[in-house]
């Protein structure tokens, strides 16, 4: 059974995306159609039908009745020969999860744009993908991983999928992009950026090339796609990525791009780095290599997982991990972006109160759906995760003389994945690895997943010649990093919270707990008109609490709900929460981050493969 999208754009400039869905053979019984309620990778309720702003449908010309079942399910009136469904969506999301259209460009993701028929999921999907009217003088191209039926050279036409899954998971680009081409592997690699951008593009191809095919040879040849397409878009102000099976929908700024004569890695261009690696990375470990939940994915409602931590943990270690082994950072610039994580995780009171797999199990209603008091009540897997992937790489290593490593537990579960196809237990990524060094990890595991237990990253980070010291931050924009030991010492008050610049004063974000602020009684939404009676800005804040750090207390006065209040914030000194890393054995750091042994020279996951086949 064959079903057919025709998906066109009469009215851009109203954000509007037109849909005709044709059903040749459908359900006798009443043809049930259902809209995605969320998208994978992102793991939120997101109803998208609530975008869909008409709905009709017909069969041989004579107008059909649907009727609405729940709010993103409609079924057919029964006895139909056929079945023509006419539906358009307002796309006006710009985001890397939904849609967004107007006269410049158009960006969807399948779940945003088709119904799936239920009973014929399986079935061939034909999408045809007209030219915008708005293009009057035709210089749009489009650009997807969709499998090319008969399409024009601009890529406009028809496009096929194999089943509605896959359908979904090719996010498509039109517009006047810039388009990048390179080989990684020899595989076809694509960077299409909507937006204005002028940068240095010899430099991302290159960069990414790298990126790739480390990436490739890490897991093992042939990658697992024959075409990949980097889709980003260019905006003044957003960050973000989610991942597909064959591409990856990017949102950064002008500045994640770099300059043209610029030899250094600027922090806003090793973000861009690193989140192509990870996404990349996600090609195997999430896309394939996934859940036993998501096999096969219910997009009606909620599927819950305590593996986030493994699938957003592991590809978080390795995203920057990557770039240094590559040497796209030297090991001074990993161990500060690796510091930053340290210093993340050890501020959030959170992970005292959440376990990592707590975390990953409630991202529905709380990683998805965080508030301002995020930072007290929840510890980010994605975060942890990482620090996780480092202590139990550095455990491996220990207890096999270096023979067996995380990259080796990588590359078993691939192996895996391609003998199968299925997802992984629960626990299954834990079991491998006691298997991979033949001995117990119980009491690692239940210490660093499922209770709220410190790390033992410090001891980690020691095998690898680095040494870790808990300080307290210098101020409120210090992350960690590396320093001379005379600013190690140095020590001044914190105000407790986050706040961000608002007219007349700044607005408390966040609030920690135990912090100066909360002894004080603030909130999130206060407005600080002025601390010791002197205005104040964000820029403000460190400077006041600074000058006046051999006081008790400081005056603060505060606007809540529109009324002025007045309170005392007791001066504390900063907890010791900012992670500073130093080198104590450079051979042992070097070992580490140039451990290049891929899939080809891995014995202990050849021998581990060759036992289990």
């Not at 957003?312 to 920057?320: L, N």
Request: glycine letters at 6%; charged letters at 20%.
């Amino acid at each position: 059974m064959t079903l057919h999208y025709q998906v066109s754009f009469s009215d851009a400039a109203a954000h509007l995306i037109d849909v005709t869905l044709t059903l040749s053979n459908p359900n006798g019984e009443g043809q049930i159609l259902r809209l995605p309620n969320w998208i994978p990778g992102s793991y939120m309720i997101r109803d998208f039908s609530r975008n869909i702003v008409s709905l009709s449908a017909s069969c041989q010309g004579q107008g059909v009745a649907l009727e609405k079942l729940d709010k993103s399910t409609w079924q057919a009136a029964p006895g139909l020969s056929e079945l023509v469904v006419h539906y358009r969506v307002y796309a006006w999301d710009l985001s890397v999860r939904a849609a967004h259209v107007d006269q410049t460009h158009a960006f969807f993701n399948g779940t945003s744009v088709f119904l799936s028929v239920d009973g014929q999921e399986d079935g061939l999907h034909q999408v045809s993908i007209e030219r915008p009217e708005c293009d009057t003088d035709e210089s749009f191209k489009l650009s997807t991983t969709l499998c090319a039926v008969d399409t024009n050279g601009a890529g406009f036409g028809q496009y096929s999928a194999p089943c509605y899954d896959e359908l979904i998971d090719h996010p498509v680009e039109l517009g006047t992009f810039k388009r990048l081409e390179f080989l990684a592997c020899g595989v076809k690699h694509e960077v299409v950026l909507t937006g204005d951008c002028f940068f240095d593009e010899q430099r991302v191809i290159d960069d990414l090339t790298r990126i790739c095919e480390y990436q490739i040879h890490f897991f093992g040849q042939p990658a697992p796609v024959d075409h990949y397409v980097f889709m980003v878009m260019v905006v003044d102000a957003g960050y973000g990525g989610l991942e597909h099976r064959a591409s990856t929908a990017l949102m950064i700024t002008r500045e994640n791009l770099p300059l043209i004569g610029q030899a250094d890695v600027s922090d806003k261009y090793l973000d861009f780095l690193g989140l192509c690696s990870h996404e990349y990375f996600h090609t195997w470990n999430v896309k394939r290599i996934k859940p036993a939940q998501f096999v096969p994915f219910d997009l009606t409602s909620e599927s819950y997982t305590q593996l986030l931590w493994f699938f957003e943990g592991m590809t978080s270690y390795y995203d920057d991990l990557v770039l240094a082994r590559t040497g796209l950072i030297d090991s001074d610039r990993y161990l500060g972006v690796l510091s930053k994580t340290l210093t993340r995780v050890q501020r959030g009171s959170g992970r005292q109160s959440q376990s990592v797999t707590d975390s990953s199990f409630d991202a529905w209603n709380k990683f998805y759906k965080q508030d301002e008091n995020a930072p007290n009540a929840i510890v980010s897997y994605y975060a942890k995760g990482a620090l996780i992937a480092l202590c139990l790489d550095v455990l491996l290593r220990s207890k096999s003389a270096d023979g067996v490593t995380l990259d080796s537990l990588m590359r078993v579960l691939w192996n895996r994945w391609l003998s199968s196809a299925e997802g992984l237990a629960e626990d299954e990524p834990q079991r491998l690895a006691a298997e991979l060094i033949d001995e117990e990890l119980g009491e690692f595991f239940d210490s660093v997943l499922y209770s709220t237990d410190e790390l033992p990253v410090q001891a980690a980070l020691a095998h690898h010649g680095v040494s870790l010291e808990w300080c307290a931050r210098l101020s409120s924009s210090d992350v960690g990093g590396t320093r001379a030991a005379s600013a190690v010492s140095k020590s001044t008050p914190w105000l407790g919270a986050n706040v961000t610049d608002t007219a007349g004063g700044v607005r408390i974000a966040q609030v920690m707990h135990s912090g100066p602020a909360a002894s004080a009684g603030l909130s999130a939404g206060d407005i600080i008109v002025a601390i010791n009676e002197l205005s104040v800005t964000k820029a403000d804040v460190d400077n006041h609490l600074a000058r006046y750090a051999s006081m008790d207390s400081l005056s603060v006065h505060y606007f809540r709900l529109g009324r002025l209040r007045q309170t005392q914030l007791p001066l504390k000194p900063a907890p010791n929460d900012t992670a500073v890393l130093s080198v104590t054995d450079q051979s042992k750091l070097t070992h580490w981050l140039e451990d290049n042994r891929l899939a080809s020279t891995d014995d202990a996951a050849k021998t581990f493969i060759s036992k289990t086949v």
